[in-house]
């Protein structure tokens, strides 16, 4: 077997008045019911002997796009992700799931991929004592990285990437909101430029086609 390498970029952007935008958020979380992943109803252990927990999530409902805060949030999040997908060259996004998970000391989520094209985390809570998301890099699965992030940061990365969010050791609470996506088409400039006017003539005469 073969391997080539494609760059396969992660990107990352800083939203606009985030802190307000943060604060409406947690309110959001504070009011609404949500899930709790006890450290002893734990889905498996990861490789830090770790349970997967979460404090509140709400990743059951997260094809249910009428709760409050989702209505808040998305329009936002999607003029973003459309500028983010745009330098890729790809438009059209069509969310596949979205939800907040939010941590407490002893909480993590282990290694683990999701589905779709893409998928986006916005840190919502991020004190600069808790440990930043880390992606196994998918051409060389002994090097890991640390993501750069901080309150406001909106990352993007292809959903098939191994990723995980390390054990919380503090007394600091962590809140993060997570989907998925897929792009449906490429912009039509990133390959007109090779549908030039004598293009197929060419292709045609190469291959003895009249």
């Not at 997967?52 to 805060?69: A, G, M």
């Not at 407490?104 to 589905?115: L, R």
């Not at 094209?117 to 004592?129: A, H, I, P, S």
Request: aromatic fraction near 16%; proline fraction near 4%; charged fraction near 25%.
């Amino acid at each position: 077997m073969q391997k080539y390498k494609f760059n396969c970029p992660v990107l990352k952007s800083k939203l606009k008045d985030y802190q307000s935008i943060n604060h409406k958020l947690l309110k959001f979380f504070e009011s609404c019911e949500g899930e709790t992943v006890d450290i002893g109803q734990g889905y498996r252990i990861n490789d830090l002997e770790f349970r997967d927990s979460f404090s509140k999530l709400d990743w059951r409902q997260c094809n249910n796009y009428e709760r409050d805060w989702v209505k808040y949030f998305l329009p936002i999040l999607e003029s973003e992700l459309t500028h983010m997908m745009y330098s890729l060259s790809y438009q059209g996004i069509k969310f596949r799931g979205i939800w907040f998970q939010q941590y407490k000391k002893y909480n993590t989520h282990g290694w683990h991929t999701h589905a779709e094209n893409f998928t986006g985390v916005y840190y919502v809570q991020l004190d600069k004592k808790s440990p930043n998301t880390e992606i196994v890099d998918p051409f060389n699965n002994r090097k890991i990285h640390r993501m750069n992030v901080e309150e406001g940061d909106l990352i993007v990365f292809p959903s098939f990437f191994i990723h995980r969010a390390p054990p919380l050791l503090n007394d600091t609470q962590k809140t993060i909101i997570a989907c998925n996506f897929n792009i449906t088409k490429p912009i039509e400039s990133s390959y007109m430029n090779f549908y030039h006017a004598n293009y197929f003539t060419r292709i045609k005469a190469k291959l003895g086609w009249s």
